[in-house]
């Protein structure tokens, strides 16, 4: 069993910057890729970005620029970097793990953080 719990939303005012974490924990497990997805209001969920377990990395073209994933692997950890936020923004960030336990791939989702870009 993995847990998957996110932290770092909030309210922030357009132009400024959060930081958002998500950390796994659990059984022994490989970690194969973690991704940012968003959900904004009246939307489907969208994927943000993406960092494998080689460290490469991948963006959404409107986040390009103005994101970064990064990980810690040590800690099983994932955070994504965001500056110059915009009020198109605002979403439910959530957290997803792409693990695998044997041969077998499972996706884990974290729980979603509220992030909004208001003044």
């Known amino acids: 069993q993995v847990q998957v719990v996110e932290s770092g939303g909030g309210l922030v005012q357009p132009g400024g910057s959060l930081r958002l974490s998500c950390a796994a924990s659990?059984?022994?497990?490989?970690?194969?890729?973690m991704s940012w997805y968003r959900q904004c209001p009246g939307k489907e969920r969208e994927l943000v970005a993406t960092?494998?377990?080689?460290?490469?990395?991948n963006y959404a073209d409107f986040v390009k620029g103005r994101f970064t994933i990064s990980k810690d692997n040590a800690k099983n950890t994932v955070y994504l970097q965001m500056n110059s936020l915009k009020p198109e923004d605002t979403a439910v960030y959530y957290c997803k793990y792409n693990i695998v336990f044997s041969v077998t791939h499972y996706d884990y989702w974290g729980q979603g953080t509220q992030v909004t870009v208001s003044s």
């Open positions: 960092i494998t377990a080689y460290g490469n990395t």
């Open positions: 659990g059984s022994r497990f490989s970690i194969n890729a």
